[in-house]
T-cell receptor, first 115, second 115 residues
Framework: AQKITQTQPGMFVQEKEAVTLDCTYD???????LFWYKQPSSGEMIFLIY??????QNATEGRYSLNFQKARKSANLVISASQLGDSAMYFC????????????FGDGTTLTVKP | DAGITQSPRYKITETGRQVTLMCHQT?????MFWYRQDLGHGLRLIYY???????DKGEVPDGYVVSRSKTENFPLTLESATRSQTSVYFC??????????????FGPGTRLTVL
């Protein structure tokens, strides 16, 4: 079974609008961490935001926030006030307590911001 | 240079040859990882290491060998390269904490082509 599922291969958003990128995960662990990374067309991988399974508040980092719904096993990334520079591939990832430190990535969502 | 570096950045080789991709990090992070990213897809874990002299298989280890004699280096060797190993290879590192949920820092990637 896919541990991380990103159901949106591609998304479009108008500049200055907000956009939500979906991520659902599958784990039997009670303790785990969820991550979002950005990969621009230049290819590097950039860490954006982290959510721990025991965190009661949704994580926020500037224009990025994580909509964490534990019961539904979803960890959606919300980007507010989209900018042209947000056009990139976005990956959701998970590290589980039982995984001894290794992580699993989803297949990614390509976001295109329109001017 | 501070951070995490990979060499070479680009490599073309022939089927059956042995190839070694180098990864070096200056942070003394405990964890190091090797991923491959095939065109248009997410990252798949090849091998990871929790500390020097400790390595473990990831999702797609066949055809690859790793070693970690020093904390800062984590070379990946393709013993006998095949065309299916044409990919972009990313090395990453992360700190160790009680939960092992620290974010990963990625190298710039090595684009490998096997003819």
């Amino acid at each position: 079974a896919q541990k991380i599922t990103q159901t949106q291969p591609g998304m479009f958003v108008q500049e200055k609008e907000a956009v939500t990128l979906d991520c659902t995960y599958d784990t039997s662990d009670q303790s785990y961490g969820l991550f979002w990374y950005k990969q621009p067309s230049s290819g590097e991988m950039i860490f954006l935001i982290y959510q721990g399974s025991y965190d009661e508040q949704n994580a926020t980092e500037g224009r990025y926030s994580l909509n964490f719904q534990k019961a539904r096993k979803s960890a959606n990334l919300v980007i507010s006030a989209s900018q042209l520079g947000d056009s990139a591939m976005y990956f959701c990832a998970m590290r589980e307590r039982s995984g001894a430190g290794k992580s699993t990535f989803g297949d990614g969502t390509t976001l295109t911001v329109k001017p | 240079d501070a951070g995490i570096t990979q060499s070479p950045r680009y490599k073309i080789t022939e089927t059956g040859r042995q190839v070694t991709l180098m990864c070096h990090q200056t942070w003394s992070h405990s964890y190091m990882f090797w991923y491959r990213q095939d065109l248009g897809h997410g990252l798949r874990l090849i091998y990871y290491s929790a500390a020097a002299d400790i390595t473990d298989k990831g999702e797609v280890p066949d055809g690859y060998v790793v070693s970690r004699s020093k904390t800062e280096n984590f070379p990946l060797t393709l013993e006998s390269a095949t065309r299916s190993q044409t990919s972009v290879y990313f090395c990453a590192s992360s700190e160790s904490s009680g939960t092992n949920y620290n974010e990963q820092f990625f190298g710039p990637g090595t684009r490998l082509t096997v003819l």
